[in-house]
């Protein structure tokens, strides 16, 4: 069983950027696509960005152009940077694979003020 573990999370104003972090254990990390999610209150969990083991990448539409989804297989850590934020971001932001086949962590807070 991979864990997962999510860091970077915090308060910003709008405009402003955050890194997320997602530590995984377990060597089959660098095999899987990964991806993203967040989900805000009130609604469901989304995927907003992923990334396959070879490095190519795809996003929602409502986070295309300002967040960047990245790799490190030696580290078995996947990243997400968010530029220029809007209040709408606002949600406890996971990670996992498109399929949803590892156990959830307990994800990072974004909140964003406007």
């Known amino acids: 069983q991979v864990h997962l573990v999510e860091s970077g999370g915090g308060l910003v104003q709008a405009g402003g950027s955050l890194r997320l972090s997602c530590a995984a254990s377990?060597?089959?990390?660098?095999?899987?696509?990964m991806g993203w999610y967040r989900q805000a209150p009130g609604k469901q969990r989304e995927l907003v960005a992923v990334?396959?083991?070879?490095?190519?990448?795809n996003y929602a539409a409502s986070v295309k152009g300002r967040f960047t989804i990245s790799r490190d297989n030696a580290k078995n850590t996947v990243y997400l940077q968010m530029n220029s934020l809007k209040p709408e971001d606002t949600a406890v932001y996971y990670c996992?694979?498109?399929?949803?086949?590892?156990?959830w962590g307990q994800g990072t807070q974004v909140t964003v003020s406007s």
């Open positions: 996992n694979t498109p399929a949803r086949t590892m156990g």
């Open positions: 990334i396959s083991s070879g490095g190519s990448t």
């Open positions: 377990g060597s089959i990390f660098s095999i899987n696509a």
